[in-house]
């Protein structure tokens, strides 16, 4: 479904979802949330799209979920807790990495981090302030964020609500790295080009192997790695790559 509020394009091999609701700093609705969970869904299920990059209509990238939207109860109507607002990013199986323009804030925060990494423009900053209104994140937040920086860190964000400013993210191994306001759409697309053109299966498989790294032992992640490692062995992608390495070409990848 086509929604002005979450922007899908495709451009050569890359993916852009582009939050476009400027006028309450890109604030989730739950339409939107419904936007996004389609989104990744088609990317993934496209052969031809790669790489993603997540993005969002400045000034800000997202203020969170909006608590303008009333919600009634934390359970639906069978009685669940519903899908956290990172679900749909943290199941996706693709490179998908978000380009942050502003405050990302509580929720807007929690989709950041679900992504692999983050680029930032020098306004960045970054937010969980849900203990100010008698809550703690609920998409992940406590989590990713304890992982993706030192827990002290981590816990003074949290207990506080305060901001991060980008270069204390930069520092921390939040972000990346950091561009002028004006460099950040180009600089996303540049990399999201740089990675979408090595091979999709070899992406994947990355992929998996990182997210086995975030919890798995050592030992566990090793074999996971070993086992992927083989399976590419025999691929036509695997073929392709020493061929053109050995005819000083560029690879052309089918994803088989």
Partial sequence: MVSESVLVTVRENVGVITLNRPDRRNALTMEMRTRLAEALDGFDADPLVRV???QAAPPAFCAGVDLSETVSSARDSSGEVPES???PFARFTKPIFASVNGAAAG???EIALACDFIIASSTAKFLLPEVRIGSIPGGGGTQRLARAVPRGVAARMLYTGDAMEVDEAL??????EVVPPDRLEARAYELASH???????SLAAIKQCLRVAATAPLDEGLLVERGLWAELAVTDDRNEGR???REKRPPVFKGK
């Fill in 243 to 245: 061929a053109a390495f």
């Fill in 85 to 87: 607002v990172s679900a």
């Fill in 171 to 176: 520092h921390h191994g939040l972000v990346t």
């Fill in 195 to 201: 990675i979408g053109s090595n091979a999709p299966l």
């Fill in 52 to 54: 993603v990059i997540l």
């Fill in 107 to 109: 929720g807007g925060l």
